[in-house]
C-alpha cells in the first residue's frame, strides 16, 4: 500500500496558521499533523519521532513545516532539526513564520524586477529603507534586501535602539550589512526618504506610515513596495495591484513606480505553493528558508 504523505506542522505560538494549513493541503499533503507550543528543546526528539517511525521509502513522503512569528527562532528550530537527521532518515523541512520568509521574498523579488525593468539598476546599486522594520516581514526583507547587495536600513516606529540592536543581531547571524534607524514623526521620514532609492513598507496592516506630503520629499526615489492590503494603503497612492505603476505622489512621479500588497500576494503564494511542493518531489532532503523563498520568487518573476 502507497504511504500517505504527512506534513508535521512545528509552531511555538499557541496555534499554527490556516494560512499554512490551507497551503498544504492545496499541495497534496494527506496528512497534517499541527504542534502548538512548541519549545526549541523538544525540536530534535519531535524529529527523530518522525524520521524514524517510517522507512526511507516513507521518509521521502514526510516533512516538517516551521512556523511561528520569530525569525530567530524559526531558524534555530530549522537547524535543530537538521542536526537531528540520520541519514537515509532525513525528511525536509520549511521554515515560513507568520509567511514571513516568502512574503519578504516576493516584495523584495518584486521591487528588484520594478527597479531592473524602469531603471536598468539592481539591488546592489541602491539605498533602501524598511518601515515597520522590526516586525518578522520587515527584518526578514531587509535580510533578502541586504544580502543582495542594498544599502538598507531597519527602521522602527519608536526606537532606534530596538532597530540598531535588531539590526546588529542578524548581521551577526547571516553576515548582512543592515542599519538600523527611528521614524516616529514625520520630519524623521522626511530626512530619510530624501536620498532612499527604495521603500519598503511593511508596517502595521490598515495604518498609513507614509503620505503624500512626506513623499513628496523624496529626490531619487525609484520604487516603493507595499505589503498592506487593508485600507488605508501604508504607502499613499499605491494601489493594492500596482505591479510598476506610477507613484503619482512622490516628487519624481515620473520615474518613481510602485508594487501593491495583492502583487506581492500572488508572487508569495506562487513560491509558497512551488516550495511546498518540492518537498514532496525532491528526491534529497531540502532545507527551506528565506534564501530559498528569494531565489524561487527570483525564478518566477524571470530577473
Not at 499557541?14 to 499541527?34: G, K, Q, R, T
Amino acid at each position: 500500500m502507497a504511504k500517505k504523505s504527512i506534513l508535521h506542522m512545528f509552531d511555538p505560538t499557541p496555534n499554527n496558521s490556516p494560512f499554512d494549513i490551507n497551503m498544504a493541503l492545496d499541495c497534496d499533503f494527506d496528512v497534517l499533523m499541527p504542534y502548538a507550543n512548541v519549545k526549541l528543546e523538544s525540536v530534535h526528539r519531535l524529529t527523530q519521532d518522525t524520521i524514524f517511525s517510517r522507512s526511507p521509502a516513507g521518509v521521502k513522503q514526510t516533512g516538517i513545516f516551521i512556523g511561528g512569528r520569530d525569525m530567530a527562532l524559526a531558524i534555530d528550530m530549522l537547524n535543530t532539526a537538521k542536526q537531528a537527521m540520520v541519514p537515509p532518515f532525513e525528511v525536509s523541512v520549511f521554515a515560513d513564520p507568520s509567511g514571513a520568509f516568502t512574503t519578504a521574498a516576493a516584495l523584495v523579488a518584486c521591487v528588484a524586477k520594478e527597479l531592473k525593468t524602469h531603471h536598468n539598476k539592481e539591488l546592489k546599486d541602491c539605498k533602501a529603507l524598511v518601515f515597520g522594520g522590526t516586525g518578522p516581514v520587515g527584518i526578514s526583507t531587509g535580510v533578502i534586501a541586504s544580502l543582495a547587495g542594498a544599502d538598507t536600513a531597519l527602521i522602527d516606529h519608536l526606537s532606534a535602539d530596538t532597530a540598531e540592536d535588531i539590526a546588529k543581531e542578524y548581521n551577526r547571524r547571516f553576515g548582512s550589512t543592515l542599519s538600523g534607524d527611528v521614524a516616529t514623526f514625520d520630519e524623521d521620514k522626511i530626512a530619510l526618504i530624501k536620498d532612499a532609492d527604495i521603500i519598503f513598507c511593511t508596517a502595521k496592516a490598515g495604518v498609513q506610515i507614509l503620505s503624500a506630503n512626506v513623499l513628496s520629499s523624496a529626490q531619487q526615489l525609484k520604487v516603493v513596495g507595499d505589503v498592506n492590503a487593508v485600507p488605508p494603503a501604508g504607502i499613499e497612492g499605491v494601489q493594492l495591484n500596482d505591479s510598476g505603476a506610477p507613484l503619482s505622489q512622490a516628487s519624481n512621479s515620473k520615474n518613481t513606480v510602485s508594487v501593491g500588497a495583492l502583487a506581492v500576494g500572488n508572487i508569495k503564494y506562487k513560491v509558497q505553493h512551488a516550495l511546498l511542493k518540492s518537498m514532496l518531489n525532491s528526491e534529497k532532503p531540502s532545507y527551506i528558508d528565506f534564501r530559498a523563498a528569494y531565489e524561487k520568487a527570483k525564478e518566477i518573476l524571470d530577473i
